[in-house]
């Protein structure tokens, strides 16, 4: 019993250190781009976001998931106390995120002409991409640095790093375009780069690495399974753009610009601030599910206390949402946008069954299963892009919202009956509890937003959002004991 409190506050103790730096990163992305917008305008913001999407897709092609796909690799040599295990697995990732950041730059030069004349139309910017083309590979440094933090799992370096890079991005990029306006855009890409490489060198520098000497043949045979889990990683990263992509091109052509411009906004105030939970929980659930995936039973453990932990913070959140979305969209952009509301509440009716699955799925990547993983990913992936497709025809956007829930619930059934079948996975009674009672107090906020007047539903959604998170707080008080933590607290 003391082992799952334990590992439940480890879990929380990830949670609540990382969603605190996302939340803090998010102002000050909000207070970056207010300046990027006024010192560049419309121009200079798509001139950047052009020549970062451009380096990054070149990036997603020759990096070999290496972010991803090493961590496991690390996580397992960590857990297993061998400090020659771990330089070794250390040593062989710092080589190859310079190989294949050097592959990456290389490419850039070489198709710096051609990334000119398709990304822009004319080959104005050879010169640009052929500037921009080293950060590929400090990227990919840096990158590397990042995955032994995470691997070894360094939650407080992580989050410092994670932090500082925030706030330096703002303090380098924003006196640059002051000064130069649209063509300071290149050397703040570059310049931004190095500071970032310099700051998770610093960060990594801390952790005492025993010296080794790998050979080739050892680095040829520790880097296989990072490079081919990574290649896989990187055809599901590819697909998910080639989805993202057709997504936007389809409702362009039904719709027109002003339709993908609502559901690319309406997209991104799900995925920044209630889909950054994810980001705060996979940072440290991943390796440490590394370390046990090879005992089915610790396996299951861990992905059921991972899954009730992600219900029981997203919830309360989920709700506020459903509740006070109209609020929520007005402030961040304006009336123009209060067409997006009820997508954007189906969509988060969503994000329970792809906190369940992405629960889950994670296994995959543990176990080292790569074909599995992206068989799984294009399956479960092509089935949703149909339901959000099928959705907007019939209902628009808010049809598009509803695709995404029914996408996630079939996903979510499906990535349960894979991992049964394979790895003997199950639910425990107590999460199917769990959701089940927070599905439903959101389903009722939903229908309250609905068919209640406002300001009414106002009154009577902050009493469900508020029975949400009265559960949410026993419930994690019964797995965590705050009490406890809080008298220990006063002692000290």
């Known amino acids: 019993m003391s082992d799952q409190k334990s590992s439940y506050r480890q879990i929380m103790k990830a949670t609540s250190i990382f969603g605190g730096v996302q939340v803090f990163t998010i102002l000050i992305s909000i207070v970056r781009s207010k300046f990027i917008a006024i010192l560049l305008g419309p121009a200079g913001i798509g001139i950047n976001s052009l020549l970062n999407s451009t380096t990054g897709f070149i990036a997603g092609l020759t990096n070999f998931g290496l972010s991803t796909s090493a961590v496991k690799n690390i996580g397992v040599a960590y857990a297993t106390g061998d400090q020659k295990k771990i330089a070794t697995v250390v040593n062989v990732l710092r080589r190859l995120v310079w190989i294949t950041g050097l592959i990456g730059a290389i490419l850039t030069i070489i198709l710096s002409s ?9 080959k104005e910017y050879t010169m640009a991409f052929i500037w921009i083309s080293g950060t590929l590979l400090l990227n990919q440094i840096s990158a590397g640095q990042s995955v032994v933090l995470r691997g070894m799992r360094q939650i407080n370096y992580m989050a410092r790093s994670s932090l500082s890079g925030a706030i330096l991005g703002l303090i380098v990029s924003v006196p640059i375009y002051y000064k130069w306006g649209i063509d300071g855009i290149v050397p703040a890409i570059i310049i931004s780069s190095i500071v970032s490489l310099l700051r998770t060198w610093y960060f990594a520098r801390k952790i005492k690495i025993d010296k080794v000497n790998v050979s080739r043949k050892t680095t040829v045979i520790e880097g296989k399974d990072m490079l081919t889990m990574g290649f896989m990683l990187s055809l599901s990263g590819l697909y998910v753009l080639a989805k993202n992509y057709g997504i936007r091109v389809y409702i362009g052509s039904v719709g027109g610009m002003d339709e993908v411009g609502l559901f690319t906004a309406g997209f991104a105030i799900v995925n920044s601030y209630v889909a950054m939970v994810f980001t705060a929980m996979s940072t440290d659930y991943f390796p440490r599910l590394s370390a046990v995936a090879h005992d089915n039973k610790q396996a299951r453990e861990l992905i059921n206390q991972q899954a009730e932990i992600a219900i029981l913070i997203l919830a309360p959140i989920i709700t506020v949402f459903i509740v006070f979305i109209g609020w929520v969209v007005i402030l961040l952009y304006s009336n123009k946008f209060i067409s997006i509301n009820l997508m954007i509440q189906w969509t988060v009716l969503g994000i329970f069954f792809k906190a369940s699955s992405w629960s889950m799925a994670f296994i995959f990547l543990a176990k080292g299963k790569s074909k599995l993983f992206l068989a799984n990913e294009l399956i479960g992936g092509t089935v949703a892009l149909l339901f959000q497709l099928l959705g907007y025809y019939f209902g628009g956007l808010t049809g598009m919202g509803i695709g995404f829930m029914i996408g996630y619930c079939y996903y979510m059934v499906q990535v349960f009956f894979v991992t049964k079948y394979y790895f003997e996975f199950s639910f425990e009674r107590q999460f199917f509890k769990i959701l089940s009672i927070q599905l439903f107090l959101a389903i009722v906020a939903f229908m309250t937003s609905l ?21 949410s707080y026993n419930e994690l008080d019964n797995r965590i004991g705050f009490k406890q933590i809080i008298e220990k607290f006063k002692k000290k």
């Open 114 to 122: 051609w990334l000119s004349q398709l990304t822009f139309g004319n």
């Open 451 to 471: 068919f209640i007047t406002k300001p009414f539903s106002y009154i009577v959604g902050s009493l469900i959002i508020l029975i949400s998170a009265f559960y």
